[in-house]
């Protein structure tokens, strides 16, 4: 079992800046990615930033040179750091890993959530 915590979110102004964090607890092995989504009321859930396994980093075309994917080791954590934000960006900011648990099978685990809203 893996247990994620976020924390960070809050209210920003068109043009500022914020960063969550998500810190992983349990077992933590055999992680396959390690992922931020976001879900607006209505909505599916999307996928903003993706870390792979290797360190490789994905992000939705959205959020492309304004929000960095990142890992603290030390920490056993992942932060998204999320610059010059837009009031589109307002959600609730889900982390999630996808575990593996054996061959050709995977789990996943999701945080509560933590809202951003960017508004003047």
């Known amino acids: 079992q893996v247990h994620l915590m976020e924390s960070g979110g809050g209210l920003a102004q068109p043009g500022g800046s914020l960063t969550l964090s998500c810190t992983a607890s349990?077992?933590?092995?055999?992680?396959?990615?390690r992922n931020w989504y976001r879900q607006t009321p209505g909505n599916q859930r999307e996928l903003v930033a993706r870390?792979?396994?290797?360190?490789?980093?994905q992000y939705a075309d959205s959020v492309k040179g304004r929000f960095t994917i990142s890992r603290d080791y030390a920490k056993n954590m992942i932060l998204l750091k999320m610059d010059d934000l837009k009031p589109e960006d307002t959600a609730v900011y889900f982390c999630?890993?996808?575990?593996?648990?054996?061959?050709?099978?995977?789990?996943?685990?999701w945080g509560q959530g933590t809202q951003v809203t960017v508004s003047s």
């Open positions: 999630n890993y996808v575990q593996i648990v054996d061959i050709g099978r995977k789990t996943e685990y």
């Open positions: 349990g077992n933590t092995n055999r992680i396959y990615n």
């Open positions: 870390l792979g396994g290797a360190g490789s980093t």
